[in-house]
């Protein structure tokens, strides 16, 4: 079984800056795509952006030129830096991962419990 935990978010002002981290564990062949999401009650989780195993980024409208994920693969950890936060930021956010637990396995999906982001004026 693979364990994703994020940590990294918090309470911070418009204009502010966070980091988000989230760092995979356990049985793990290969890890492939990983992505952030974000959920506010009463609306679906959406995508903030992904990063695949080469490095090559993809983001949402609402992240480009404000957010940037990376990862690094020895670590099996993926990050996304959040700058010149809004309101409408306000979210949790999730980590997702596909991942084979042997070369031979079936690529699964996983999902980690999510952090909060509260960005206030």
């Known amino acids: 079984q693979v364990q994703l935990v994020e940590s990294g978010g918090g309470l911070v002002q418009v204009g502010g800056s966070l980091r988000l981290s989230c760092a995979s564990s356990?049985?793990?062949?290969?890890?492939?795509?990983m992505a952030w999401y974000r959920q506010v009650p009463g609306k679906q989780r959406e995508l903030v952006a992904n990063?695949?195993?080469?490095?090559?980024?993809y983001y949402a409208d609402s992240a480009k030129d404000r957010f940037t994920i990376s990862r690094d693969n020895a670590k099996n950890t993926v990050y996304l830096h959040l700058n010149s936060l809004k309101l409408e930021d306000t979210a949790v956010y999730y980590c997702?991962?596909?991942?084979?637990?042997?070369?031979?396995?079936?690529?699964?999906?996983?999902w980690g419990r999510g952090t909060q982001v509260t960005v206030s004026s």
């Open positions: 997702n991962a596909t991942i084979q637990d042997r070369s031979w396995g079936a690529w699964n999906p996983y």
């Open positions: 990063i695949d195993s080469a490095g090559t980024p």
């Open positions: 356990g049985i793990i062949f290969r890890v492939g795509v």
